[in-house]
């Protein structure tokens, strides 16, 4: 059998298994339906002609607290100041560690002075699981075309140390500004760290 037919072949499996490839880069990146924690629905498609970063999210893991102290709100107001649309989704489902009330989710983003576009939940795992979210946090960027650009760890250095920031190659950063610019990233994709996403 030829590659080509060995990888459809493959396809068809994962589909018939209710299962989806990983999304690539350089290829659209997956729409989704969400509702935020104003009880808003959003569409990836309702943000046609901006550029939009999905950050993958769970304030009680050790990982995301390191970023959320003070690193991930500067990136977010950099963003924020060049109209990018920022996603906060929460895919912890009821029960595990992370899943949190439209309520507490606004507490937590007024409390930490977080500023993403909105906070939005994934209870099913849908949304996650589409973008093979792996980790907390696990950035991606998606230009204004709908295209995604960027999939991987926010930087180089996969610790939970504060101090780690200021040594570690910004990855995410470093990417979003060449979109922004209206390059290709280099690279592209990066190997996420944190917890685990809490299907």
């Not at 550029?51 to 977010?76: I, R, S």
């Not at 989710?105 to 209870?123: I, Q």
């Not at 570690?168 to 060449?178: G, H």
Request: proline share 6%; charged share 20%; glycine share 8%.
């Amino acid at each position: 059998m030829k590659l080509r037919q060995l990888v459809l072949a493959a396809s068809a499996a994962l589909l018939s298994l209710g299962l989806s490839a990983a999304p690539q880069v350089g290829a659209p990146a997956p729409d989704f339906s969400v509702v935020d924690s104003k009880g808003v629905s959003h569409q990836l498609s309702d943000f046609a002609g901006k550029n939009v970063v999905l950050e993958w999210t769970n304030h009680d893991c050790p990982f995301v607290k390191k970023h959320y102290e003070g690193n991930m709100q500067a990136l977010q107001a950099e963003m924020k100041a060049q109209d990018v649309v920022w996603l906060s989704v929460i895919s912890s489902a009821p029960g595990k560690q992370g899943h949190v009330s439209g309520t507490k989710a606004d507490e937590l983003t007024a409390s930490r002075s977080a500023m993403p576009t909105a906070v939005v939940f994934d209870e099913s795992g849908t949304v996650g699981k589409a973008y093979d979210a792996k980790t907390t946090p696990h950035m991606y960027v998606i230009d204004k075309a709908g295209v995604l650009q960027y999939m991987g760890g926010i930087d180089s250095i996969p610790s939970a140390k504060v101090a780690d920031i200021a040594k570690a190659t910004p990855y995410f950063a470093n990417a979003a500004k060449a979109v922004l610019n209206g390059e290709t990233p280099n690279p592209a994709i990066t190997k996420p760290y944190g917890c685990s996403v809490k299907y």
